[in-house]
C-alpha cells in the first residue's frame, strides 16, 4: 500500500511540473521564438524536469 501512494504522489508532481510547464513555454514561445510548438516543447521539457526534481527531494 505504501507504493502505490509513493507512485501516485510521484505522478502528481510530474503531472503538475508538465501542466505549468506547457503554458509557460507556450508564452515564451510565442514570445521569443514566435512559434508556439517550440516553446511548448521547452516548456514540457522545462516541467518535466522540474516535476522529476521535487519529487526526487521529497523522498
Known amino acids: 500500500m505504501m507504493s502505490k501512494n509513493k507512485k501516485t504522489t510521484s505522478n ?10 506547457l503554458p509557460l513555454g507556450a508564452v515564451l514561445g510565442l514570445t521569443i521564438f514566435d512559434n508556439l510548438a517550440i516553446g511548448a516543447g521547452i516548456g514540457l521539457v522545462f516541467g518535466i524536469t522540474v516535476g522529476t526534481a521535487i519529487d526526487s527531494n521529497k523522498n
Do not use: C, K
Open 12 to 21: 502528481t508532481y510530474l503531472a503538475f511540473g508538465i501542466g505549468i510547464g
